[in-house]
């Protein structure tokens, strides 16, 4: 999508600092760290969030990004002690990239507190 940041970052038109990448997704960090290790994960496919991946073929692409959080979780060091995962989904979220992206949060011991 010509006017989404996070494609432009995929199609490397903006920098980032990327942590993996295939063929289906793509890995960063957070310019705006809100722990010690933040990565945002995200498909390279564009959606606006998991509301508009709706297909089998989706269910495999949401499938193997939860494997890559895992193995990313294990490379970052964050595996043992714990980390966070979360995607902001519309307006009440505060989504502000209206594209599908999970935040890896770790690093650091996390409130209880979810919102
Ligand atoms: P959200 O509020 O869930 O939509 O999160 C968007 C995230 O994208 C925020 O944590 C921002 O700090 C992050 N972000 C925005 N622009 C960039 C960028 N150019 N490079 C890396 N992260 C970014
Ligand atoms: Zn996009």
Redesign the pocket.
Known sequence: MSDC?FCK?INGD?P?QRVYEDSLCYA?????P?APV?V?VVPKKHAASVMELDTEEDEALLGHIQQVIGRLAKELGIAESGFRVL??CGPD?????KHL?Y?VLGGTKMSEKML
Do not use: E, K
Not at 28 to 32: E, G, L, Q, R, S
Not at 93 to 97: P, R, Y
């Open positions: 940041i970052i903006i980032s960063f960090n957070d310019i705006n809100q933040h945002l995607t902001n979220a505060c989504q502000t990239v992206h935040h």
